[in-house]
């Protein structure tokens, strides 16, 4: 089904990078955010997540969460998740870099992760910077409070809001040093996510992506495998033999 040329390069290469965005959890039921069943043709995301919508109505920035939150925890990682632990397993250098912040990469039993975009299980206050796991707040309708008083945020990454700098420097030498990236389920939209793969691409990595629609990046790409991860990466690995 695949092109032998791609699964003799796949079984050789030793340094791989993958960048995942909510397309690989589609198939776990958690909605993306854009395309045909995106979560945000219900829900204008920028007017969710961004920080000054946070302090202007914190309540019902935090019932969206706390919605999306429950939504999270109640779903399970699919074979793409799955196939991704066999992956790094197989290869020397693995490095898996996710704009998704559901969790499932973890729960899967993937490694090394990189998480562009925070994780939704994980909180801080905004005032004193002590971090709160969801078990430890009152998931009401109304934003919790810090034991200072503070209002307590999710710590993932709203528009306009820096990355964590370690994470994305990692995130780029990732990129920068490996011989096959794959960009699994993102749009390619969202910057500076979306700068990795041609980052790879320039320093000559092969560039593979697996998306069943057509993408910013499909042109560029070496290889557009079309399908959905849960089906298109169980294959690809058993025909490498992992
Ligand atoms: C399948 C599938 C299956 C379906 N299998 N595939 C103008 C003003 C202000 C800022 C900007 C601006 N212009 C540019 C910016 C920068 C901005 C940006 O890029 N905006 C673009 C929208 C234009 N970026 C930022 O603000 C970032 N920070 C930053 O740049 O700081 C410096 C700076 C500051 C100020 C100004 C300028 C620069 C921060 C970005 C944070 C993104 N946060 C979110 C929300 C996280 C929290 C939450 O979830 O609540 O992260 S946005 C949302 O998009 C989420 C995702 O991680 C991210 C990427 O989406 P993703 O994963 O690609 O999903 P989709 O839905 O887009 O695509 C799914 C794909 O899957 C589709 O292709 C499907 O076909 C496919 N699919 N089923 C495989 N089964
Ligand atoms: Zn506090």
Redesign the pocket.
């Known amino acids: 089904m695949f092109d032998s040329g791609l699964i003799a390069y796949l079984k050789k290469a030793l340094k791989v990078a993958v960048l995942?965005?909510?397309?690989?959890s589609?198939?776990s039921g958690v909605p993306?955010?854009?395309?045909?069943?995106?979560?945000?043709k219900k829900f204008k995301?920028e007017e969710?997540?961004n920080f000054d919508s946070f302090m202007k109505n914190p309540d019902i920035v935090w019932e969206w969460?706390a919605f999306?939150k429950k939504m999270m925890s109640e779903v399970h990682p699919n074979p793409?998740h799955h196939s991704l632990v066999k992956m790094e397993e197989y290869y020397p250098d693995f490095t898996l870099i996710t704009?998704?912040?559901d969790n499932l990469h973890r729960i899967a039993g993937s490694k090394n992760i990189l998480e562009?975009?925070?994780n939704?299980r994980r909180n801080y206050c905004l005032d004193c910077g002590r971090q709160y796991d969801d078990e430890q707040l009152q998931m009401g309708k109304t934003a919790p409070r810090c034991e200072c008083g503070g209002l307590i945020r999710?710590d993932?990454?709203?528009?306009?809001?820096?990355?964590p700098q370690d994470i994305l420097n990692a995130a780029f030498r990732a990129a920068e040093e490996c011989e096959v990236f794959f960009s699994?389920?993102?749009?390619?939209?969202?910057?500076?996510?979306?700068m990795l793969p041609m980052i790879a691409k320039t320093a000559n990595a092969l560039l593979i992506e697996?998306?069943?629609?057509e993408?910013e990046l499909t042109k560029a790409v070496d290889h557009h495998l079309q399908?959905?991860?849960?089906e298109?990466l169980p294959q690809l690995i058993q025909e490498m033999g992992i």
């Open positions: 995942t965005g909510a397309g690989v589609a198939e993306t955010f854009r395309g045909k069943e995106g979560l945000w995301p969710l997540a969460y999306r793409g704009q998704n912040i562009l975009h925070g939704i999710p993932v990454v709203w528009f306009g809001e820096m990355l699994l389920g993102t749009s390619a939209l969202v910057s500076p996510a979306s697996i998306n069943p629609e993408t399908g959905p991860s849960g298109i």
